[in-house]
């Protein structure tokens, strides 16, 4: 079975500080990665997808993701965080075409200090 | 556009008691679910649907039921609600094909007393 492993439970930075974000997927297979945000309040959003090709992925609000198929791991980076970027981030993963099979990590707060 | 709509949004029941949350989409997707997420846990796949009529267990089934009557409704049901059913819940629509993500409803807040 596919598992989905965040470290970071709880993460707390400067505005204009780096973000990394750590996601680890066990699957013995290709891989479906996604990152989803979820404001406070709201929904979960899709910020990012990987399925094949360049494993450096570029998402939305300047947020990008690197697939590094040695390491089972899909982190998720942003240069500069901003006051917005506070939210909760979500990794998920799911095999070709496994509609059903859809396994989220934990979430990991991100709250980012004026 | 609406895509994913979930009523009601907030919801106290007693224990014992039954309620059904609606998920309506208006984006034609074949795909719907629910899960619940709890702190520290992230989402789990309750229930899933492949398709008008058709229902399938998820990761954590027990105590809720569903129904896929109409394509664009996929309903979650309680039939006797229990404190470690307190969650939220989330619906979400996916359309067929590969490499397509999930959008996601606003999310019912339960509580069970």
């Known amino acids: 079975a596919q598992s989905v492993s965040q470290h970071n439970h709880h993460v707390i930075l400067s505005e204009a500080a780096s973000l990394e974000l750590g996601c680890n997927y066990s699957y013995g297979g290709t891989v479906n990665l996604f990152w989803y945000v979820q404001y406070p309040g709201q929904h979960l959003q899709l910020l990012l997808k990987?399925?094949?090709?360049?494993?450096l992925v570029k998402g939305i609000k300047g947020f990008e993701a690197e697939f590094i198929k040695s390491k089972f791991s899909f982190n998720l980076r942003k240069p500069s965080v901003q006051w917005s970027d506070t939210a909760e981030y979500f990794c998920?993963?799911?095999?070709?075409?496994?509609?059903?099979?859809?396994?989220f990590g934990t979430g990991t707060k991100l709250q980012v200090i004026p | 556009n609406a895509g994913v709509t979930q009523t009601p949004k907030f919801r106290v029941l007693k224990t014992g008691q039954s309620m059904t949350l609606l998920c309506a989409q208006d984006m034609n997707h074949e795909y719907m679910y629910w899960y619940r997420q709890d702190p520290g846990m992230g989402l789990r796949l309750i229930h899933y649907?492949?398709?008008?009529?058709?229902?399938a267990k998820g990761e954590v089934p027990d105590g809720y039921n569903v129904s896929r009557l109409k394509k664009q409704n996929f309903l979650l049901g309680l039939e006797s609600a229990a404190p470690s059913q307190t969650s939220v819940y989330f619906c979400?629509?996916?359309?067929?094909?590969?490499?397509?993500?999930?959008?996601f409803g606003d999310g019912t807040r339960l509580s069970i007393l």
């Open positions: 990987y399925f094949s090709g360049d494993p």
């Open positions: 649907s492949v398709g008008e009529g058709t229902t």
């Open positions: 998920a993963v799911a095999p070709p075409g496994g509609y059903q099979k859809v396994t």
């Open positions: 979400a629509a996916r359309r067929t094909g590969e490499n397509q993500p999930q959008h």
